[in-house]
């Protein structure tokens, strides 16, 4: 997934917190193995190399997670979309000098992107890209995913404080080893070392979305290595988004939907979402909170 994952457990049995966190791990590697974009044999490389030739019988769990992330697609109104894979091969960001890819290639690829294309056939347990060189990822959601997978399993045995930590989303149950709710804090994105804000976790997930990790300059303009769906272009105007939600695949494709949305549209939408609350920081640092977000401002 590209990601380091932290396992936490609280429990009065050693014993039995280590057979927990052995089995968090064998889980994240399993969904990985599954769901990679980089390994051939995974079903999402399969369901990729024969776009546009022919559908596939997959697996429940994954015509389930391709189900829900098209209802978000839908939801978002396209702002999250697994099928922008071929607008990202046509940025190379490692360059130490950034060019835009020419237009006529940005509208080429837009062809091959939107979720709209992904055909799901319920009786058959099908999936089908329906045109060629379309290219899926579960990059924006399978963190999260895989994040609700271990916690379900954790309660499944029998655990009742937990998190997990998937490079800075996080999701927890519980309290932590002092009885206190488990508190996430909301970095500052020029000095990720300092915390902005605490938020309290109660049975709830939280996932960022940014480019304090991954941006360039061009023309005097920051731009985000994510890119819009609808218009083919890198992101700007927002170095972070972070959505709390009960489920962290939910949080994980809001943040960047929210993302793409730009401010004042991303707060719209949050606001109309139950038990859902974000925190955006724009790329002139002022911070905008969704309604009925409870904070701890960091000292």
């Not at 978002?76 to 950034?98: A, M, Q």
């Not at 149950?173 to 909301?186: S, V």
Request: proline residues 4%.
């Amino acid at each position: 997934m590209g990601s380091s994952f932290e396992f936490g457990i609280v429990d009065a049995d050693p014993d039995r917190a280590r057979q927990l966190l052995e089995l968090g791990i064998v889980e994240t590697q399993r969904i990985e193995d599954t769901l990679t974009e980089f390994k051939p044999d995974s079903i999402t490389s399969q369901i990729n190399a024969n776009a546009g030739i022919k559908e596939l019988v997959v697996s429940k769990e994954v015509y389930d997670l391709l189900n829900r992330s098209l209802n978000i697609s839908k939801l978002t109104n396209g702002y999250f979309d697994i099928t922008v894979g071929p607008l990202k091969r046509l940025y190379k960001f490692k360059n130490d000098v950034f060019s835009f890819p020419p237009k006529k290639d940005i509208k080429s690829a837009l062809q091959k992107v939107g979720y709209q294309k992904i055909q799901l056939e319920t009786n058959k347990q099908t999936a089908f890209l329906e045109t060629s060189d379309m290219y899926i990822s579960f990059a924006a959601i399978g963190k999260g995913y895989a994040a609700d997978a271990v916690r379900n399993l954790w309660k499944e045995h029998g655990a009742h404080n937990g998190y997990i930590n998937a490079s800075g989303d996080l999701t927890a149950f519980g309290t932590n080893e002092k009885g206190d709710l488990w508190k996430i804090g909301i970095a500052d994105p020029d000095h990720t070392q300092n915390m902005l804000f605490y938020v309290p976790l109660d049975r709830a997930s939280v996932a960022t979305s940014g480019d304090y990790e991954q941006h360039f300059m061009y023309k005097g303009k920051r731009y985000s290595h994510n890119i819009n769906p609808k218009t083919g272009m890198p992101l700007s105007g927002i170095k972070s988004v972070s959505v709390f939600s009960p489920s962290a695949e939910l949080s994980d494709a809001l943040a960047t939907a929210v993302y793409t949305m730009g401010v004042e549209k991303g707060l719209s939408f949050l606001n109309q979402l139950p038990k859902t609350h974000g925190i955006i920081i724009d790329d002139q640092n002022n911070v905008y909170f969704s309604k009925k977000l409870q904070y701890e401002a960091a000292s």
